[in-house]
């Protein structure tokens, strides 16, 4: 992830064919609905998806809010948050968190608030859909926001973290970067890659209150960005962007607390490369769990014991382009969508739900700057 003053989402010619092929409006058809986190000031893109033929067809915005990181929705998917990655918003120096209606595949915004500070590139909802909790890269802080009909409150609660890591370059302060629930919704999670660590929080979830626990020690200088939960209810992946590695995780029920089972490394020993592994997707049966590494710019797979949680490698596979910032699996499970960001494009591979394994060529559709894939 980088600092705000450093990025230059520049409108492309892929941009540019995007919009041109943009339908006028957002009636419903027999597809599937897309939307695609954008970091330019467009924010949030519509697409439709035939899952049996793999096609993304461009529809057009879905919503102007400026830099949106990240994109999530509501069990029931009839409401939408996003966290939108800006320097100021309502005239303070923060980034902003927005929830939208979704209807007829259309977004209608609801409210916005500001986050704690400035940057914010994630938000997560609890499992009752009562608390967003938004993390800000720039300004290394969290923040809770209560949910009532979609809307959201001010800030309940938020946190700026003082602590940073060896990596002069990319630790020189706290960045938190991602937020998670734990299964049964009592704890909550802020993986702070500045800090080396994964603060530890209790949730009251009727007022979206957090109370800090502890926290996990990550390797110095390993840079945790991303926290996910392995449906065997007690193992959990904390994907380190710095180093490249991948902390296998024991979690424990009782206080929420998280320790190291082993570390696996992504990288083949000797590579000296650009490397910065970004985000983490388990199948629904959670027999394959991939990571994405930006730099090589490829996918890991990996095959998963379904009771253990431990992992074997079983491929790696090209995204389709630069910095694969985010990728899904649609809700077939044959096809993986990744989200190119410095190709502006959004490839996408065959997948064999049997064997986990991608196909080797893709297709790729124009997508500007994206960010954050979500089906509705």
Same mark, same amino acid.
């Given at each position: 992830?980088?600092?705000?003053?450093?990025?230059?989402?520049?409108?492309?010619?892929?941009?540019?064919?995007?919009?041109?092929?943009?339908?006028?409006?957002?009636?419903?058809?027999?597809?599937?609905?897309?939307?695609?986190?954008?970091?330019?000031?467009?924010?949030?893109?519509?697409?439709?998806?035939?899952?049996?033929?793999?096609?993304?067809?461009?529809?057009?915005?879905?919503?102007?809010?400026?830099?949106?990181?990240?994109?999530?929705?509501?069990?029931?998917?009839?409401?939408?948050?996003?966290?939108?990655?800006?320097?100021?918003?309502? =005239?303070?120096?923060?980034?902003?968190?927005? @929830?939208?209606?979704? #209807?007829?595949? /259309? %977004? *209608?915004?609801?409210? $916005?608030?500001?986050?704690?500070?400035?940057?914010?590139?994630?938000?997560?909802?609890?499992?009752?859909?009562?608390?967003?909790?938004?993390?800000?890269?720039?300004?290394?802080?969290?923040?809770?926001?209560?949910?009532?009909?979609?809307?959201?409150?001010?800030?309940?609660?938020?946190?700026?973290?003082?602590?940073?890591?060896?990596?002069?370059?990319?630790?020189?302060?706290?960045?938190?970067?991602?937020?998670?629930?734990?299964?049964?919704?009592?704890?909550?999670?802020?993986?702070?890659? =500045?800090?080396?660590?994964?603060?530890?929080? @209790?949730?009251?979830? #009727?007022?979206? /209150? %957090? *109370?800090?626990?502890? $926290?996990?020690?990550?390797?110095?200088?390993?840079?945790?960005?991303?926290?996910?939960?392995?449906?065997?209810?007690?193992?959990?992946?904390?994907?380190?962007?710095?180093?490249?590695?991948?902390?296998?995780?024991?979690?424990?029920?009782?206080?929420?607390?998280?320790?190291?089972?082993?570390?696996?490394?992504?990288?083949?020993?000797?590579?000296?490369?650009?490397?910065?592994?970004?985000?983490?997707?388990?199948?629904?049966?959670?027999?394959?769990?991939?990571?994405?590494?930006?730099?090589?710019?490829?996918?890991?797979?990996?095959?998963?014991?379904?009771?253990?949680?431990?992992?074997?490698?079983?491929?790696?596979?090209?995204?389709?382009?630069?910095?694969?910032?985010?990728?899904?699996?649609?809700?077939?499970?044959?096809?993986?969508?990744?989200?190119?960001?410095?190709?502006?494009?959004?490839?996408?591979?065959?997948?064999?739900?049997?064997?986990?394994?991608?196909?080797?060529?893709?297709?790729?559709?124009?997508?500007?700057?994206?960010?954050?894939?979500?089906?509705?």
């Amino acid at each position: 992830m980088e600092n705000l003053s450093r990025r230059d989402f520049l409108i492309t010619a892929s941009a540019a064919t995007l919009a041109a092929a943009a339908a006028p409006s957002f009636a419903a058809s027999h597809s599937q609905r897309v939307f695609v986190g954008s970091g330019t000031p467009d924010g949030i893109l519509a697409y439709d998806w035939g899952p049996a033929t793999a096609e993304l067809t461009p529809v057009g915005v879905a919503a102007k809010l400026a830099n949106v990181d990240w994109i999530t929705l509501s069990s029931d998917r009839r409401l939408l948050y996003a966290a939108s990655e800006v320097d100021s918003f309502n =005239g303070k120096p923060t980034g902003a968190v927005a @929830s939208f209606l979704v #209807a007829g595949g /259309a %977004l *209608t915004q609801i409210s $916005a608030q500001n986050s704690a500070s400035a940057g914010t590139c994630h938000v997560a909802l609890d499992h009752t859909g009562r608390v967003l909790l938004a993390a800000d890269y720039g300004g290394g802080s969290a923040s809770s926001f209560l949910v009532t009909n979609g809307k959201l409150s001010s800030a309940v609660w938020n946190e700026h973290y003082k602590v940073h890591g060896p990596n002069t370059d990319r630790q020189q302060s706290a960045h938190a970067h991602f937020a998670s629930f734990s299964p049964d919704n009592r704890f909550a999670y802020v993986n702070d890659l =500045g800090g080396d660590c994964i603060h530890i929080y @209790s949730l009251n979830a #009727a007022t979206a /209150a %957090l *109370t800090p626990l502890a $926290a996990y020690q990550a390797k110095p200088g390993a840079g945790p960005r991303t926290l996910h939960f392995h449906p065997n209810g007690h193992t959990a992946y904390s994907i380190n962007e710095l180093d490249s590695t991948v902390d296998v995780l024991e979690w424990h029920k009782a206080d929420g607390s998280l320790t190291l089972v082993t570390r696996i490394a992504l990288l083949p020993a000797g590579y000296t490369g650009d490397t910065h592994a970004c985000d983490t997707v388990i199948s629904k049966d959670g027999k394959w769990v991939y990571f994405a590494n930006r730099g090589n710019n490829s996918i890991y797979l990996f095959h998963a014991d379904e009771k253990t949680g431990s992992l074997t490698p079983s491929g790696r596979f090209d995204c389709g382009g630069k910095t694969p910032r985010n990728f899904v699996l649609d809700p077939t499970e044959r096809w993986m969508l990744v989200a190119n960001q410095d190709s502006n494009l959004i490839s996408v591979f065959a997948r064999n739900p049997e064997t986990g394994v991608l196909a080797k060529e893709g297709k790729s559709y124009a997508a500007a700057a994206p960010m954050c894939i979500l089906f509705v």
